[in-house]
């Protein structure tokens, strides 16, 4: 058990080290702390429409549609400047606005980019990401999930999912509509020290593993120590079952007085090992 307890650690420990980490840039693309990208710009589509229009999920009930980095209208009240959106052909539903964007890690089911929204319910969507280098995109949608969670799940297969080595420098300035002068955007910087914080977190994983086999180890020889049953031979002694004797007789008085006497709030409590005694207890 102990040995299945080590091992279970250990895979969590290497699981958690193998996690990627990628820090958003914008709504479709995110850099990692050893400066790999993830850009889903080339799957995108700029004109207003989605890359991936009406999806039917696994249950056959709803259709979604989702667009990377850019938003999309399906319906003109309901599902107007989106990320993704949810229907059965009759009723809209928003899933994700353009800010709601954010690069997340799961510990099972790996890199996401989530969306939110709410409008008469609060809505998540969640687009798994995962790498194939043979597949330029796929899209598998599973609905919601878990069911009546309002949070609704699609995995997008791609090479685009994949981590790439930076080629060209990233853009570091773009035009807003509210301003003529061009507006300088910095990368988000990887959390500070996050490699060291992991690190931390193993080595206390490992101490607390040290201690508890330490405890285990502890335990178990003390418990090898325990005397175990007595068997009474009179009143101040016992044998045990490999014949080791316990004899109190050493410490009892023959005249008649206790061997110890300890005045306690006011109240005399007597004992005497062996020798029957006749005393009262007077406040």
């Known amino acids: 058990m102990l040995f299945s307890l080590f091992l279970f650690i250990l895979y969590c420990v290497g699981v958690s080290c193998h996690l990627t980490i990628c820090t958003q840039i914008n709504s479709c693309s995110c850099i990692t702390n050893s400066n790999e990208t993830i850009d889903l710009s080339p799957l995108a589509l700029s004109g207003g429409d989605a890359r991936f229009k009406d999806q039917q999920d696994s249950s056959g009930s709803y259709y979604y549609s989702w667009n990377p980095c850019y938003p ?7 599902c107007a400047g989106v990320m993704g959106c949810q ?17 997340i890690t799961d510990t099972s089911k790996g890199l996401i980019l989530q969306y939110s929204a709410t409008t008469d319910a609060a809505r998540t969507l969640d687009v798994i990401l995962v790498c194939d280098e043979d597949t330029e ?28 080595a930076p080629t060209t420098p990233l ?17 988000c910087p990887a959390p500070f020290g996050y490699d060291t914080i992991i690190w931390i977190q193993i080595a206390i994983f490992i101490k607390m593993l040290f201690s508890l086999l330490l ?15 007595c068997i ?10 490999s014949s080791e004797i316990i004899d109190l007789s050493p410490l009892a008085l023959s005249d008649g007085e206790p061997r110890v006497v300890r005045q306690i709030r006011k109240r005399i409590l007597i004992w005497e090992p062996k020798i029957v005694l006749n005393f009262t207890i007077t406040n």
């Not at 899209?139 to 790439?164: D, F, I, Q």
């Not at 853009?171 to 990368?187: A, N, R, V």
């Not at 009474?232 to 079952?241: G, V």
Request: proline fraction near 9%; glycine fraction near 4%; include cysteine.
């Open 72 to 78: 999309f209208t399906e319906d003109p009240t309901a």
């Open 232 to 241: 009474k031979i009179n009143s101040c002694s016992c044998i045990t079952n």
């Open 171 to 187: 853009p570091t300035t773009t035009t807003t509509t509210s301003s003529p002068h061009p507006t300088t955007i910095q990368p």
């Open 137 to 164: 995109a796929s899209l598998s949608v599973a609905g919601e999930n878990p069911p009546g969670s309002a949070t609704y799940e699609m995995t997008l297969t791609s090479k685009h999912c994949c981590l790439r």
């Open 215 to 229: 405890y285990i180890l502890c335990c178990t020889s003390v418990s090898c120590k325990l005397i175990g049953d």
């Open 87 to 103: 229907t059965d052909m009759t009723n809209y539903f928003n899933l994700g606005t353009p800010d709601s964007a954010k690069f």
